[in-house]
């Protein structure tokens, strides 16, 4: 049988799923043994209990000095943030998707445009950023608003393009004016991909909120990383990342259920 | 003066001309089957009578008003496909059909309770109430096409524009879908233009059938002439008519 047909069964392939999870643990565990064995006080691979108990450390007890679990507290800090700046952009893309895709006038004025301002690294730009905004709140999250939503725009404006131009005709043919067909007839089909686009972006999202952290914050989980990070403190890196990454894949997860909750019609378009 | 008037048509993208020298007249009520090989400009025309396309010269009236400049009220149409909206439930669909004129694109309490009832009848006579709350995706091709002519009924078009609406069906559906649109023509007499491949569903259909064809062919430069309406043959009066002779 060719190697294209071979379909793995449920038992093979959950084991599949788990290798390389496995695999990266295993690595990391020996690595570390070897380190530990020949310097007990290395920092660089510390144990995985080391990291568990460190994790539940973070998890539970408060700073001395401020008497807040920093953990929480960064979290919280970071993911208001990441909230803002994603939830301007997505609405700030569904503006213009709808108003590029939609309006040839509004195509001819801002696509090479978007396209051009595209191409602009986000970070070479966080200096301005930092000078224009100042250190607070804003430059954060202006920083990923603009590092994703050109993206956002020419992904749902090429989305609303997609939509068929028999559904668009048909809608006139109903007597539907601009504004009816952007609200009843685009939009609608756009929310669906919203949440694909939205979910794309978290990572770059992700990205940019940890950069402007790192270069100025005073709470944020990737301030605190760049913070500890002087003080080689590997078992707190890991754990924030691990953190992290625990974060960023069930924001993924719920977007993907909430858009098959609301948009039943998308079948398997998410 | 004939219900729908097309004087003179010409239309050409860019140098290739498709149409030339096509005039047609329609009495109201007739089913008018347009029908002729691939390429040969029959969908440009209904896109013409849809007013999708503006012709490069010459004029289309439908009851004597200004050629219109973009699709509107007047004329109804469905397409092979996509001809319905996939985010609204079947009857959503039916009752977009009148809602969508509003300056918000719907209705509200009274109105809305209203035009929902309209839309139930409209779905008991296409055959669709069983499945009313449904999304358009998980309705068979023939029923999504039911729903289709519902939707652009609903709506009051004085002409009705099909292209190709059964092209994308197996033939038992299209045969059930014809009888069905003979029925509905029945009750509602309502003057209808169709694009079809199919020359006897042009003929079983329509109460005239048009061809397009080019006059002229230059075998060396295909594109150098366009199509015209080669023969205007009228099913009803001429039962001597056959498929061959188109």
Known sequence: MRLINREPGRVVRAALIALPFVAVVLAYTIGSEIRLAANPADRLLPAPSTIGETALRLFTEPDPRSDRILLWHDTRASLLRLAAGVGIAALLATLFGLLIGLLPVMRATFAGFVAVISMVPPLAVLPILFIVFGLGETSKVVLIVIGILPFMIRDLSQRVLEIPRETIVKAETLGASSLVIALHVALPQLLPRLIQSVRLSLGPAWLFLIASEAISAETGLGYRIFLVRRFLAMDIILTYVLWITLLAFLTDIALRWLGRRLFPWAGAGL | ?246
């Open chain 2, 1 to 246: 003066m004939s219900f729908v008037v097309a004087e003179n048509i010409f239309q050409s993208y860019g140098p290739r001309p498709i149409l030339e020298r096509v005039n047609l007249e329609v009495e109201e009520g007739a089913f008018i089957s347009i029908v002729g090989a691939s390429g040969c400009g029959k969908s440009t025309f209904l896109r013409l009578l849809l007013a999708q396309e503006q012709p490069t010269r010459g004029e289309i009236r439908i009851a004597g008003s200004a050629p219109a400049s973009e699709p509107g009220l007047d004329r109804g149409v469905v397409f092979q496909r996509y001809s319905v909206f996939p985010h609204l439930t079947v009857r959503q669909n039916i009752v977009a059909g009148e809602s969508l004129r509003t300056s918000a694109g719907r209705f509200w309490g009274a109105a809305r309770a209203a035009a929902r009832a309209r839309a139930d009848e409209t779905l008991a006579r296409i055959g669709l109430e069983h499945v009313a709350d449904q999304y358009p995706a998980t309705l068979s091709g023939g029923m999504q096409q039911r729903l289709a002519i519902g939707q652009a009924l609903a709506a009051r078009p004085r002409i009705l524009l099909l292209d190709e609406p059964f092209g994308a069906l197996d033939p038992g559906t299209r045969l059930s879908m014809h009888d069905f649109l003979i029925e509905l023509r029945r009750d509602i007499g309502m003057t209808v233009f169709m694009v079809t491949h199919d020359l006897e569903e042009g003929f079983k259909l329509g109460d005239r059938v048009i061809v397009f064809d080019k006059l002229r062919w230059d075998p060396t430069d295909p594109d150098a002439y366009g199509a015209t309406i080669t023969y205007d043959l009228d099913t009803r009066t001429e039962p001597g008519v056959s498929v061959a002779s188109a």
